[in-house]
C-alpha cells in the first residue's frame, strides 16, 4: 500500500470528513494536512480529500500541526499517536520534546507567538533549555 493509500484509509476509518470539530478530529486532520504535503499535494487538493474544505482551512491547519508538533502537546501526539503509527510503524517523528527558548524567541514574529512562548514559560516546558 502507497503512502496516499494509507492516508486515504485514515481518513475513512475516522470519518475525517465530516464535520465533526471535537479535538481528536481536529487533531487527526491537522497531522494528515502535514503529511499529504509532504508528498507535494496543493493546498486545494488536500481540501478536496476531507470532503471539500477551504484552502485556507487546510493552511491553518498546516500552521497548528507545527505549533503543536514543536511544542510537543500531549493531547496531540495522543491523539494522532494511532496514526503515526499506521504511517511510519512504531517510531514517532515528533520534535524535540524539550522547545528551545532561545529558537522559538528569535522565530516568533508576532504578539501571539510571544505570548505562548510566555505561556510556556510559566508552565516551565523551557527549564531543560536553559
Do not use: C, W
Not at 9 to 38: A, F, P, T, V, W
Not at 67 to 93: M, N, Q, S, W
Not at 97 to 113: E, H
Amino acid at each position: 500500500m502507497t503512502k496516499l493509500e494509507l492516508i486515504e484509509s485514515l481518513i475513512n476509518e475516522y470519518g475525517l470528513k465530516s464535520k465533526n470539530r471535537s479535538r481528536d478530529y481536529i487533531y487527526r486532520r491537522y497531522y494528515l494536512y502535514n503529511e499529504l504535503r509532504k508528498i507535494d499535494y496543493t493546498l486545494t487538493e488536500i481540501g478536496n480529500m476531507f470532503g471539500g474544505k477551504h484552502h485556507a482551512t487546510v493552511l491553518h491547519g498546516l500552521r497548528q500541526h507545527e505549533d503543536l508538533h514543536r511544542f510537543g502537546y500531549e493531547d496531540y501526539k495522543i491523539a494522532t499517536r494511532r496514526i503515526d503509527e499506521v504511517l511510519y510503524g512504531a517510531t514517532l517523528p515528533y520534535y524535540d520534546d524539550s522547545p528551545d527558548l532561545i529558537k522559538d524567541v528569535l522565530k516568533a514574529k508576532t504578539y501571539t507567538q510571544f505570548k505562548k512562548i510566555q505561556r510556556h514559560i510559566k508552565l516551565g516546558k523551557y527549564e531543560k533549555s536553559l
